[in-house]
């Protein structure tokens, strides 16, 4: 089944504690992203990458950061999450015209 | 720069039209349409590319005034099923991010 996942799904943290949100996905797309979702701001994007090692700023991509080694992976670091980091992040992945979420990482700091 | 959907909020008794709006300030390369239903993640509707191409679902239609840089989706004969928040997404010329809006909620009633 073609699909985009995330892990994990929720996570509880605190300030300060370094985290990583994996995603995988298994379309062989070159393009991938992240985004955050808070209400009434809609899906923010923080990184994008059109390949492997290439990535770039979207939005919003102070305090994190992402490598993408591997065309499948694109995980998301948080080297010292705040409180203003909680939110729902989204993993996605797409061809030229349709784009794939994963199902999404609930993420609340302390 | 994020685009801007109206209305913030639908709400609708099943068999009614809804249309969303959607415009941008920049130029457009693409304009998608996305649907999110409440816990899950979003999902692809529709594409509309400069110049007149759309790939989408069958039951859905959308236009793209390219002069304006703006787009409508349009819901007809409005079915439960359609309740959720529609996101569009924008493409500029010159970029390759993908920009969403804040989102218009659907409320459709029996």
Known sequence: EAQVTQNPRYLITVTGKKLTVTCSQNMNHEYMSWYRQDPGLGLRQIYYSMNVEVTDKGDVPEGYKVSRKEKRNFPLILESPSP????????AS??????????GTRLTVT | QQPVQSPQAVILREGED??????????????????QKHGEAPVFLMILLKGGEQKGH??????FNEKKQQSSLYLTASQLSYSGTYFCGTEQQDTDKLIFGTGTRLQVFP
């Open chain 1, 84 to 91: 203003n980091q909680t939110s729902l992040y989204f993993c």
């Open chain 2, 18 to 35: 809804a249309v969303i709006n959607c415009s941008s300030s920049k130029a457009l390369y693409s304009v998608h349409w996305y649907r």
């Open chain 2, 58 to 63: 069958d039951k859905i239609s959308a236009s």
């Open chain 1, 94 to 103: 797409r061809t030229a015209y349709e784009q794939y979420f994963g199902p």
